[in-house]
């Protein structure tokens, strides 16, 4: 039973923030999300969810915080007093890693061990998940699953790594029910729009409209296990749900290519997309990725948990809501590229 439980979410204005919030509102949950102070509004995921705070209905809550500031995790763990913490912050761009590898260590990877110091500190029998990410497979090859030895190529997934470990360790030494969520790969429409799908699905989108003449992409060959997001926020879920806390890898088990996915959402538009997909190589990493490929076998037994969406269907997906969000003037879609767009550009979905 549900009704009634508190969760926290750490990164709820990101793509899997917002549908996690959006599975545990439907749930019952009330929901407290962790926001950064910004000058400008950053809630636009989570703004159809929202009630005012004076409403008797609200049972969503924002916060200020930063996983930088372990004092005020242990501050918001007592007040807020949560049955589980989805821990989903990080710098979560891998290229950006590279250029950022002191900030993206300390958020991504030694901001859970704050969070989880936190949770320890305040002695609540929560349970944690951490958003652990294929990346940290690297340069092992594929298939990848619970079992698979770390080979991280990026200061991102070095990051996660220790945020993985750290995860485990607080399990072991302090009886923690804490998990970690190994998730291959996961998009939406929802997707920033640095990311290499959302990248490629608004390109098209833009090249239909006739706003766009040339897409710039990097590697084509590298290839990715791609799944939809909304279906992986379910799984972590069920992580929490379990008798015994245990790491699940979630994934598809499909391995398409770049050039797979552009081909398919371009087709998809009823474009040819060689006649309009440009190589840059500032979009590529100094240590590639070749190929993530998960095996989720042990979800499938453990937590019932099977993803419906492929690769290709979610390209379909993000093509159809990128055209219509530019057709009906949402977000800045229609907006020109930036002349500082292909700093932030990556070949990687950020899962």
């Known amino acids: 039973m549900t009704q009634g439980k508190r969760a926290l979410i750490t990164g709820i204005t990101g793509q899997d923030g917002s549908y996690l919030a959006e599975l545990l509102l439907g749930k019952g949950y009330e929901v407290h999300g962790l926001i950064r102070r910004a000058s400008t509004f950053n809630t636009a995921r989570i703004n159809h969810l929202y009630i005012d705070v004076h409403d008797p209905r609200a049972r969503l809550f924002l916060h200020f915080g930063d996983l930088s500031d372990g004092a005020r995790m242990v501050t918001l763990l007592s007040e807020i007093q949560p049955d589980e913490v989805y821990n989903l912050a990080a710098q979560s761009h891998v290229r950006v890693s590279f250029d950022e590898p002191e900030h993206t260590g300390d958020t991504t990877g030694v901001g859970a061990m704050r969070l989880l110091e936190a949770v320890r500190m305040t002695g609540l029998k929560c349970r944690f998940y951490q958003a652990s990410s294929s990346e940290m497979f690297g340069g092992t090859p594929p298939p990848q699953n619970e079992q698979t030895p770390f080979y991280p190529r990026s200061p991102y997934a070095a990051a996660k790594v220790y945020a993985h470990w750290v995860t485990r360790n607080y399990r072991e030494a302090y009886g923690l029910f804490a998990v970690n969520g190994i998730l291959f790969n996961h998009e939406s429409p929802r997707r920033g729009e640095t990311f290499v799908t959302r990248k490629i699905t608004r390109g098209v989108a833009r090249i239909k409209a006739g706003l766009q003449s040339e897409l710039y992409m990097g590697n084509l060959d590298a290839v ?56 840059d190589p500032r979009y590529l990493r100094p240590t590639e990725v070749d190929a993530l490929i998960g095996d989720a076998s042990k979800a499938a037994r453990v937590l019932k948990w099977e993803p419906s969406v492929m690769p290709n269907d979610l390209a379909r997906i993000m093509v159809d809501a990128d055209i219509a969000a530019l057709e009906n003037g949402e977000g800045w879609i229609d907006s020109p590229v930036l002349p500082w767009w292909p700093k932030l550009a990556d070949m990687h979905s950020g899962a």
Not at 232 to 240: D, K, Q, S, T
């Open 224 to 279: 990715r296990d791609w799944g939809y997001a909304a279906e992986y926020v379910e799984g972590m879920w069920r992580m929490l749900q379990a008798d015994e806390p245990d790491d699940h890898v979630l994934a598809t088990g499909v391995g398409v290519t770049v050039r797979d996915f552009l081909e398919t959402s371009f087709e998809h538009a009823g474009l040819d997309w060689e006649r309009y997909v440009k190589f």
